[in-house]
């Protein structure tokens, strides 16, 4: 059986070192090289060092590692990782991938350069070990000229997305000679290891997502032009109102660098003299211009955004006018369109609503999109044989929530043919015979499996590995047991439940609460147990702050105190029910949210969690239980005396600067989670793993645990410890009054309150304490001018 427990990447660039930090994430042993400097710098020859010294020799891999390590977003999980991966050059140190499983070269898109450390390669690379290369435009098969026998069978391309850690794609591209259990194993260990959407390729120009992805965006510039709509229109029309990331088009393509976009657009059109969609490829004039000026993004200051000052020193974002190549103020976009479809949660309902509208949004959108799903319909068989694997690349490589066929199927395909025609988009042959043949959508769920509509055999027919996943939109036609405004609750089979929240930003209001009561009723009545788990975009933003603003301003203490009892008292069951509950966090996880995921009989956390107690933000403390828990862990850690102390300074220090962890791993560190919860690497396989994770509690013989009333405080000396370090921080100018006030409030509570000597107290009365500490700062007025400030700007106020 194969295993992959030591990585070589060749070529330190920024997809080579972030590359390498993603198997180090993973825990695999990494091995970066890269070429040798060609001569000293001025540096070196202060410090008399020769070109033989390594300092010299690594330096170029060395600076390589050390950006990468130090850009944001972080490309490792926690920094400590760092210490997994080597470095070295290709002079040197080739000789050591004999020892490494897997080689994949990342230097720069040259074919010449590309053979020249193939060459290398193959002087030093031990027979069956993989060889794959991270281009994204060089044919593959290019690659094979003079090669090995064996070298072929074990290579393929392997093309990730920048940067690699976030972006969830892979593209698996083999050519005729790779052996197909090669090709299986880089589906799988993408999948399972690597926490990727693996879509195999065809080895056609830009393979699938950039083939898509870039026409895609050269066509919103096209239809803009048409329409005569500008930048700042054109990115509030194609952010996250249809389901893309915040950045949308233009501020993507500035992120990116416009010269990628340029680069990978002039080899569609050049490589592609028999598409039907050529002409998108072809620059407009605009970018162009662009290029010439060298206003190619954030990596050159300028692209179709500019970031400067105004008069009062403060930070103004300007919009570059396509038609004078001037920057001017951000302008206000606004469409009736727009405004109409905002009360509508749904995407794919949404996309209705935005394709009827009458106003230039909907011209935008029938106009852009019909394009697309003509081409789209065009490119099956030529990149891809089934059309999943065209929604799968896009989703996963440029972050779009729907894919193109996804989307047609959501405005209807029947419907939007006769309006394409209309427009002068005709799609392929194969999609008039679907429907000619009864089909009437590309995708359709059956027994909770989703299947795609299968050209050759004119049938639906299941995606292949879906049976390994658990998505909640597949089964909550068919499995959904109870639902509310806030929650709904699912069963997941073999005697397990779910609970999914659904409230805005999966906030934590009294419905959700509701449904969490009412999963655990359930679960122990007749099942093994629960999954608190979901899959939006967010796990949790915390407690329903409106609610609590609401009581707050009319005075109402006796409904705050009521609301936090329900929400310790909830946290408890969720610690406390006589079945095994485990939640499954993923993206933000803040405050309650948190607190819940504290409370849980184990962990099955995404790798991608942003998990932390932030309710010193908005003026309060963590009173869901997580200032007790803390205290708790901690307890429960160490022996007493100054070490404990330490400890819980470090705790402490996490709630009242509301640090949030970057990753699940750095969760760990803060003791937020614990050794003995675990970690998913590919989101997709969340629930299907913390279902196993429940049943496996469950037959390992799982009994209700008991309240703690031994968890050691420090009473008075832990007090002094705090107020003396919160008072440095005073007088440093680093906290404001009303955070000393809210530090102090902390320290009370994981001190144990007023008590003369250290003692132990029980889980309840640190609970009680959180309780009237939490109550006591909804009167202050400084709290309610924080909780306004996020409720009405999303910001934090500092006051």
Not at 83 to 95: A, H, I, K, Q
Not at 462 to 480: N, V
Not at 588 to 601: A, F, N, Q
Request: charged letters at 25%.
């Amino acid at each position: 059986m194969r295993r992959i427990n030591k990585v070589a990447v060749l070529g330190s660039g920024i997809m080579g070192s972030r590359i390498a930090c993603h198997f180090a994430n993973i825990g695999v042993q990494v091995l970066l090289l890269d070429i040798v400097p060609r001569e000293l710098n001025e540096q070196e020859k202060k410090k008399g060092l020769t070109q033989e010294d390594k300092v010299v020799r690594n330096r170029i891999v060395q600076q390589s590692f050390d950006t990468a390590i130090k850009s944001k977003p972080a490309p490792l999980y926690d920094n400590a990782f760092a210490s997994r991966v080597s470095l070295g050059n290709f002079d040197d140190d080739m000789e050591k991938i004999k020892d490494y499983d897997w080689i994949i070269e990342v230097v720069v898109e040259n074919l010449d350069i590309k053979k020249k450390v193939f060459d290398q390669v193959e002087k030093y690379r031990k027979p069956g070990t993989l060889i794959t290369s991270n281009t994204s435009g060089i044919p593959i098969h290019l690659m094979l000229d003079g090669r090995s026998e064996d070298f072929q069978k074990h290579f393929c391309g392997t093309h990730f997305f920048n940067p690699p850690r976030y972006l969830k794609l892979l593209e698996v591209i083999p050519t005729p000679k790779t052996d197909p259990e090669i090709v299986d194993f880089f589906m799988n260990y993408g999948d399972l290891y690597l926490g990727k959407t693996t879509v195999l390729c065809k080895d056609t120009p830009a393979f699938i997502a950039n083939r898509v992805g870039i026409y895609a965006i050269l066509k919103v510039i096209d239809t803009m032009q048409k329409l005569d709509l500008n930048v700042d229109e054109v990115d509030k029309l194609t952010g996250p109102v249809i389901g893309r990331p915040k950045s949308a088009t233009f501020r993507t393509s500035d992120v990116v660098g416009l010269d990628t976009l340029i680069k990978v657009a002039n080899g569609l059109y050049q490589g592609l003299p028999n598409d039907e969609g050529r002409e998108i490829f072809k620059l407009p004039e605009v970018v162009s211009k662009l290029e010439e000026n060298k206003w190619l993004g954030d990596k050159t200051g300028q692209g179709f955004y500019k970031k400067t000052k105004d008069e009062k020193g403060k930070t103004q974002i300007l919009t570059l006018d396509l038609k004078t190549l001037e920057y001017k103020p951000k302008a206000k976009a606004s469409f009736a369109t727009l405004e109409a479809t905002k009360p509508i949660d749904n995407l794919k309902e949404r996309f209705k609503a935005l394709f009827a509208g009458k106003d230039k949004a909907g011209e935008f959108y029938r106009d852009s999109f019909y394009a697309l799903f003509t081409y789209v319909s065009n490119r099956i068989p030529e990149i891809a044989d089934e059309l999943y694997k065209i929604d799968d690349a896009i989703c996963a490589g440029f972050g779009w929530e729907v894919g193109p066929f996804s989307t047609w199927d959501a405005v209807g395909v029947k419907k939007s043919i006769e309006k394409m025609e209309e427009m002068g988009y005709k799609p392929n042959q194969w999609v008039y015979d679907m429907l000619d043949a009864g089909f009437d959508a590309f995708y359709t769920v059956k027994d909770g499996l989703k299947h795609y509509y299968d050209i050759e055999s004119k049938s639906y027919k299941a995606i292949p590995g879906a049976e390994e996943y658990i998505i909640l939109d597949d089964i909550r036609g068919s499995k959904k047991l109870w639902s509310n405004a806030g929650a709904s609750i699912f069963d997941l089979g073999d005697g397990v439940l779910n609970i999914e929240f659904h409230s805005k930003m999966n906030t934590l209001g009294s419905e959700v609460v509701e449904g969490i009561n009412k999963a655990i009723d359930m679960a122990e009545k007749d099942y093994h147990g629960l999954v608190i788990g979901n899959q939006g975009a967010q796990f949790s933003a915390g407690a329903n702050l409106g609610l609590i603003f609401m009581y707050a301003i009319e005075q109402e203490y006796d409904e705050v105190d009521f609301m936090i009892r329900h929400f310790q008292n909830t946290m408890m069951r969720v610690r406390y029910s006589s079945v095994p509950v485990v939640v499954a966090p993923h993206g933000l996880t803040l405050g309650g949210g948190c607190e819940m995921t504290m409370h849980s009989d184990v962990v099955q956390a995404a790798a991608e969690t942003y998990i932390g107690l932030v309710e010193v933000g908005v003026g309060l403390i963590p009173g869901g239980g997580g200032t007790k828990e803390l205290t708790k862990r901690v307890s429960d850690s160490l022996e007493a005396g100054d070490v404990e102390l330490n400890a819980l300074q470090n705790s402490f220090m996490n709630i009242a600067t509301a640090k949030v962890a970057t990753s699940a791993h750095e969760a760990i560190g803060m003791n937020i989670l614990s050794s003995k919860d675990k970690i998913t690497i590919n989101k997709d396989r969340q629930i299907a793993e913390a279902k196993a994770t429940v049943l496996e509690l469950a037959e390992a013989g799982y009994t209700q645990p008991i309240q703690a009333t031994n968890i050691k405080v420090q009473g008075k000396t832990g007090m002094a410890l705090f107020m003396a370090g919160v008072h440095g921080m005073k007088m440093g100018r680093y906290i404001s009054d009303h955070d000393v006030k809210i530090a102090n409030k902390i320290a009370y509570v994981m001190s144990g309150g007023d008590l003369s000597y250290p003692q132990e107290v029980s889980e309840q009365y640190l609970l009680d304490l959180e309780r009237e500490a939490f109550l006591s700062l909804t009167g202050e007025k400084k709290t309610l001018e924080r909780i306004q400030s996020i409720l009405t700007t999303g910001k934090p106020l500092r006051n």
